[in-house]
């Protein structure tokens, strides 16, 4: 079992990509909770360097009773060598509980309804979708206190 694992890993080799990804993410808290958000970055293909992307994608987060809710509207821009270039809005909905919230431990269910309007340059076709995007996060307090600086 583990030889065929390992052979069917390295049969995969020639499809991984290694890709740089840069970003900057700011974030604004105001009293009211309220979260202003986002990222702005530029992602391309290392070695053979076939495509690139430019994003941006301002947000919003806020809370309403014991959920987060969130919404925001992405924007790619996507260079290709060997594909046709194209132009991505997906605007976005969210919304986020934690459950259950123990002392120590706590699950954060976070739910996203994502909109993709995909624009192919010099050919002027157009595809529409949805995506449905659902994460799971844990959150661990560890016992005791730090007192200073950790470094």
């Known amino acids: 079992m583990l030889a065929s694992a390992v052979q069917a890993l390295s049969a995969q080799d020639d499809e991984i990509s290694e890709q740089l990804w840069l970003g900057y993410n700011p974030r604004w808290v105001f009293p009211s909770d ?3 958000f986002g990222d702005v970055g530029f992602r391309t293909e290392l070695g053979a360097q ?4 430019l994003v941006i994608r301002p947000s919003v987060q806020g809370p309403v009773g014991s959920f987060q809710l969130s919404g925001g509207v992405g924007g790619f821009c996507t260079n290709n060598e060997t594909l046709a270039n194209r132009i991505e809005i997906r605007p976005f909905q969210g ?3 934690t459950w259950p919230s123990r002392r120590v ?3 954060k269910h976070y739910f996203r309804v994502e909109e993709q309007f995909e624009w192919v340059r010099g050919t002027g076709e157009t595809n529409v979708s949805i995506r449905l995007r659902y994460q799971l996060q844990t959150q661990y307090t560890l016992p005791g206190s730090l007192e200073g600086p950790i470094w």
């Open 34 to 36: 309220l979260e202003l």
């Open 50 to 53: 076939d495509w690139s992307r």
């Open 95 to 97: 919304i986020a509980a």
């Open 105 to 107: 431990l706590g699950l």
